[in-house]
């Protein structure tokens, strides 16, 4: 059984469209995330979600909206795509140490093409 | 926020050789993890390690914190060892360096 797994792998669309990635995570872990990866491979943190409470909002456009119907599950949903958010977006999860990140396990990656 | 810095930026090596990959912080982190992202694109956690040493058969990891860096090292290296490692840490929220990306030759 995958770990995290996201939905879909591979997701090509056009500017201007709304479209969603969809993540859940069978660990039982209580905080997820959602990761960039741009071109340069550079990995930037978008959002962290504890038991479905926001608890890190970076500086990310607010056409993006994650939601975490469950602690399981953080959805991310992007509004009017611009062809700067072609990215590798990646779920994670890890279970709390304290008030800090855990061991961070990452979904297989959805590949975001804005044509 | 900290600054993690990863090196060598570019490694290549030869089937069978040993290396050390070295990243350092530019303050205290007390959650520092390696990763490695396979050719394929996958990323898998190696280590969680804020102090001291873990081995995990030809990987193993150090990470001096009162010092704020953290080596990685390779042993008998495999072609399936190539990919691009990354360390991260931080106080609330992990902060990633720009990674080493490591080819291994046959």
């Known amino acids: 059984d995958t770990a995290v797994s996201q939905t879909p792998k591979y997701l090509v669309t056009q500017m201007g469209n709304d479209k969603s990635i969809k993540c859940e995570q069978n660990?039982?872990?209580?905080?997820m995330y959602w990761y960039k990866q741009d071109s340069k491979k550079f990995l930037k943190i978008m959002f962290s979600y504890n038991n479905k409470e926001l608890i890190i909002n970076e500086t990310v456009p607010n056409r993006f909206s994650p939601k975490s119907p469950d602690k399981a599950h953080l959805n991310l949903h992007i509004n009017s795509l611009e062809l700067g958010d072609s990215a590798v977006y990646f779920c994670?999860?890890?279970?709390?140490?304290?008030?800090?990140?855990?061991?961070?396990?990452f979904g297989e990656g959805s590949r975001l093409t804005v044509l | 926020g900290i600054q993690v810095e990863q090196s060598p930026p570019d490694l290549i090596l030869q089937e069978g050789a040993n290396s050390t990959l070295r990243c350092n912080f530019s303050?205290?982190?007390?959650?520092l993890q390696w990763f490695h992202q396979n050719p394929w694109g996958q990323l898998i956690n190696l280590f969680y390690i804020p102090s001291g040493t873990k081995q995990n058969g030809r990987l193993s990891a150090t990470t001096v914190a009162t010092e704020r860096y953290s080596l990685l090292y390779i042993s008998s290296s495999q072609t399936t060892d190539s990919g691009v490692y990354f360390c991260?840490?931080?106080?609330?929220?992990?902060?990633f360096g720009s990674g080493t990306q490591l080819t291994v030759l046959p």
């Open positions: 303050d205290s982190v007390n959650n």
């Open positions: 994670a999860s890890s279970p709390r140490r304290q008030r800090n990140t855990g061991e961070l396990f």
């Open positions: 991260a840490g931080s106080a609330r929220q992990l902060t």
């Open positions: 660990l039982g872990h209580d905080t």
